[in-house]
Nanobody, 126 residues
Framework: QVQLVESGGGLVQPGASLTLSCLLS????????MGWFRQAPGKEREWVAA????????YYTDSVKGRFTVARDNAKNTASLQMRNLNPEDSAVYYC???????????????????WGQGTQVTVSS
């Protein structure tokens, strides 16, 4: 069974940068598309970003486009989410997710994820 562990969350000021990391174990990451989701108090879980094989095949929700960058390192079985110019609306628990390639379609990059991490808290406040 695939296991995912996120790290890197914390408390930062508006305008700051923060990078989250995700370690996949149990399988080879090359067999999966990787994604990031977030959930703020009182709101439903929101898809943030995803990456299939490389940064060329990366996708973002409009609210983070140009500020967030998703990447992966298959040799290390890690994925990352680099966040810049953070604002209070970015505050949430961020989750790493994995989708088997056979269940993943880049025409709907927010769908197909079946494995999830435990989440890491990101708080943006002055």
């Amino acid at each position: 069974q695939v296991q995912l562990v996120e790290s890197g969350g914390g408390l930062v000021q508006p305008g700051a940068s923060l990078t989250l990391s995700c370690l996949l174990s149990g399988r080879a990451m090359e067999d999966f598309a990787m994604g990031w989701f977030r959930q703020a108090p009182g709101k439903e879980r929101e898809w943030v970003a995803a990456i299939r094989g490389s940064e060329i095949n990366s996708y973002y929700t409009d609210s983070v486009k140009g500020r967030f960058t998703v990447a992966r390192d298959n040799a290390k079985n890690t994925a990352s989410l680099q966040m810049r110019n953070l604002n209070p609306e970015d505050s949430a628990v961020y989750y790493c997710a994995a989708a088997k390639l056979i269940e993943y379609n880049t025409n709907r990059p927010d769908l197909g994820f079946s494995s999830w991490g435990q989440g890491t808290q990101v708080t943006v406040s002055s």
